[in-house]
């Protein structure tokens, strides 16, 4: 069953992509964000390059969605607050390339372990992060936390080349089997000047989507990652809503400008 939804604002205030077939654009306002996450003209992922890869399933009163998430402790999971909104349970699947099975890790959470960032802004996607508490997990060649950038190194990562991924559907349809695809930061200046500085903050961190290799709807959420996939600077949270492969940017949350909050709630830093 496909549904389309077509949401009449500046910026999507919706959720993620559901797991059932869900899309979301905004009609007639090419230049505004929406929600974003599928991996377009990407490539199949293989077990352990990505480790820290999570997949939620998340329950609203609206019905069931899907998101991905970035395991940053052994405790914990860094998402989007957009995609946890409004949900009163969530299942965390880590350890696998496949969604549908083979699945090392799997837990499900309620209202209690959701930390979603008190400043967020569901109408300009700021702040649009949260931290998920989960059952301790054991490290192996398939689950590995990844590093946050330092507090004492900081970098803008432009001209960059990142790594993203998600299980997104690449024509409509959620993907089974992890995607991946390499992007370029690009400055906020430039980004700035296809969504405007309200959507464009220093909380943002943008890429390129040259060749239409993109996030889009699905996936939000999922990381960002440097440095060998060894540095989460990015949590997915808008592309352009004249479609993912427009090659306009795809924009994340700056893991580096929430690093007092993530220390304050986890405990977790580099230095």
Known sequence: MKFLIV???AVAAASATPVYEKTAFIEDLPESPVLGGRITNGDYAWDGLVP??????????????????????????????????GAH??????????RSNGNQYATTIHSNDIHQHPNYNS??????VTLLW??????????????????????????QWAT?????????????????????????SECASVYGSSTVTDNTICVSTNGGRSTCGGDSG??????????????TSFVAAAGCT??????????????DWIRGVTGIAYY
């Open 89 to 98: 349970t969530i299942t965390v699947y880590l350890g696998s390339v496949v």
């Open 246 to 259: 427009a090659g306009l940017p795809s924009g994340f949350q700056r893991v580096s400008r929430h690093l």
């Open 123 to 128: 109408n300009t996607l700021d702040n649009d």
């Open 222 to 235: 999922g990381p960002l990652a440097v440095d060998n996939n060894q540095v989460l600077i990015g949590v």
């Open 52 to 85: 820290y890869q999570a997949g939620l399933l998340l329950s609203k009163n609206s019905g069931n969605y899907w998101c991905g998430g970035s395991l940053i402790g052994s405790n914990w999971v860094l998402t989007a607050a957009h995609c946890t909104d």
């Open 134 to 159: 989960i059952h301790s997990v054991s490290f192996s060649g398939n689950i590995q936390a990844i590093r946050l950038p330092s507090f004492n190194q900081y970098s803008n990562y432009e001209g």
């Open 7 to 9: 949401l009449a604002l």
């Open 164 to 188: 993203a991924s998600g299980w997104g559907g690449t024509s409509g349809n959620n993907q089974d089997h992890l995607q991946y695809v390499s992007v370029q930061v690009i400055s906020n």
